[in-house]
T-cell receptor, first 111, second 114 residues
Framework: QKEVEQDPGPLSVPEGAIVSLNCTYS??????FMWYRQYSRKGPELLMY????GNKEDGRFTAQVDKSSKYISLFIRDSQPSDSATYLC???????????FGQGTELSVKP | ETGVTQTPRHLVMGMTNKKSLKCEQH?????MYWYKQSAKKPLELMFV???????ENNSVPSRFSPECPNSSHLFLHLHTLQPEDSALYLC?????????????FGPGTRLTVT
């Protein structure tokens, strides 16, 4: 079983739609949860960061962590064509361990 | 270019060649990382350097040889590669090793081994 599971997509939605991206994980020691966005021909850039459980909102983006279910989500409201990218979830324990990434979900927002 | 830069952006090499990838960070960070990104696979951490000292080698084959002469520069020396080594190689940096979130990535080097 992979430590982090993420549906690779591709996911195609119309402009203005609400997008839900998800990851599940198996390691209950994970405490730090991140979402990276990677545009084509670019490196990943940190989009959202959450510690432990709960929600975090930043503009059109909301990150949710449900540690009891070992499930994290990223919601994008009013999606735009400029949101078209691959979204990577990543997580880490608090013992100095390495970042563990999901395989990424490719998102396409159509005008 | 600011942040983390990588050269070359594209590289095609034969299995008997020797080449090097270069990474430079302009952020004043002390930790640098090499990752391998293959299609439809998660990023794989290869090496970690913290204050120029290698702190992690994630069971990487010896045909990949890292070098970190100072906190701003990181190299990945390549020799006798295999076609399955074709991938996007990403360099990242963070203020300190073990930093939980703030890793900044370069644009990557797209490597093709023929």
């Amino acid at each position: 079983q992979k430590e982090v599971e993420q549906d690779p997509g591709p996911l195609s939605v119309p402009e203005g739609a609400i997008v839900s991206l998800n990851c599940t994980y198996s390691n209950s020691a994970f405490q730090y949860f991140m979402w990276y966005r990677q545009y084509s021909r670019k490196g990943p850039e940190l989009l959202m960061y959450t510690y432990s459980s709960g929600n975090k909102e930043d503009g059109r983006f909301t990150a949710q962590v449900d540690k009891s279910s070992k499930y994290i989500s990223l919601f994008i409201r009013d999606s735009q064509p400029s949101d078209s990218a691959t979204y990577l979830c990543a997580m880490k324990d608090n013992q100095g361990g390495k970042l563990i990434f999901g395989q990424g979900t490719e998102l396409s927002v159509k005008p | 270019e600011t942040g983390v830069t990588q050269t070359p952006r594209h590289l095609v090499m034969g299995m008997t060649n020797k080449k090097s990838l270069k990474c430079e960070q302009h952020l004043g960070h002390n930790a640098m990382y090499w990752y391998k990104q293959s299609a439809k696979k998660p990023l794989e951490l290869m090496f970690v350097y913290n204050f120029k000292e290698q702190t992690e080698n994630n069971s990487v084959p010896s045909r990949f040889s890292p070098e970190c002469p100072n906190s701003s520069h990181l190299f990945l020396h390549l020799h006798t590669l295999q076609p399955e080594d074709s991938a996007l190689y990403l360099c990242a940096s963070s203020l300190h090793g073990g930093e939980p979130k703030e890793q900044y990535f370069g644009p990557g080097t797209r490597l093709t081994v023929t």
